[in-house]
């Protein structure tokens, strides 16, 4: 998987949009790029996964710029029950027989 | 659908003693299953691959004799935590490839060794 770089927190207000950027310079032609949450003491959960461009779906939108060096997850009007941390991935995440290389991920903090 | 369900949410056990953590996938049939573990504040860490009928892959500086892995069947993979110790305490997460779709993950078991 490629390696990726995200900040490691992050701090907005209830109602705000927020936009979490995750850097992937070495993404390959065939790579997918996917978002998690996680909460604490619970698993992972998939948030969003996208190719290029823009990927929206009820929760989040994903925007992906055309050279796909980076990628930037938009979570609208968030709420305290958004905080947790974010996890960026990049690889042929699309159910493959290799398991998931996380990094650090962003710790997204809500305040009212 | 794609639904892992763990067990169990959390187990406290005594040093020395083993501990069994069953992963399950509800509405599919996982050929490959993935074993997490997490330590307070940090990410997750692959320990092992699991593959239904054969043996598992365990990842570099993994002890395969302490951690067991059994894949019998196509919805159930579990790990065992033998001869335990303090230092085994730590968040456990079970992961199902769900074909082309991604990976989907169960909800985690608190292991304390006391």
């Known amino acids: 998987l490629a390696k990726t770089t995200q900040p490691i927190s992050m701090d907005s207000y209830e109602g705000q949009e927020v936009n979490i950027t995750c850097s992937h310079n070495?993404?390959?032609?065939?790579?997918?790029i996917t978002w998690y949450q996680q909460f604490p003491s619970q698993g992972p959960r998939f948030i969003i996964q996208?190719?290029?461009t823009k990927v929206t779906n009820e929760v989040a939108s994903l925007f992906i710029p055309a050279d796909r060096k980076s990628s930037t997850l938009s979570l609208p009007r968030v709420s305290l029950s958004d905080t947790a941390v974010y996890y960026c991935?990049?690889?042929?995440?699309?159910?493959?027989?290799?398991?998931?290389?996380f990094g650090k991920g962003t710790h997204l903090i809500i305040q009212p | 659908g794609a639904v892992v369900s763990q067990h169990p949410s959390w187990v406290i056990c005594k040093s020395g003693t083993s501990v069994k953590i069953e992963c399950r996938s509800l509405d599919f049939q996982a050929t490959t299953m993935f074993w997490y573990r997490q330590f307070p504040k940090q990410s997750l860490m692959l320990m092992a691959t699991?593959?239904?009928?054969?043996?598992?892959?365990?990842e570099q500086g993994v002890e395969k004799d302490k951690f067991l892995i059994n894949h019998a069947s196509l919805t159930l993979s579990t790990l065992t935590v033998t001869s335990a110790h303090p230092e085994d305490s730590s968040f456990y997460i079970c992961?199902?490839?769900?074909?082309?779709?991604?990976?989907?993950f169960g909800s985690g078991t608190r292991l304390t060794v006391v």
């Open positions: 992961s199902a490839s769900w074909g082309v779709y991604g990976y989907t």
């Open positions: 070495n993404i390959a032609t065939n790579d997918y």
């Open positions: 996208g190719y290029k």
């Open positions: 991935l990049v690889g042929d995440v699309g159910g493959g027989a290799d398991g998931l290389t």
């Open positions: 699991s593959n239904e009928g054969s043996k598992a892959t365990y």
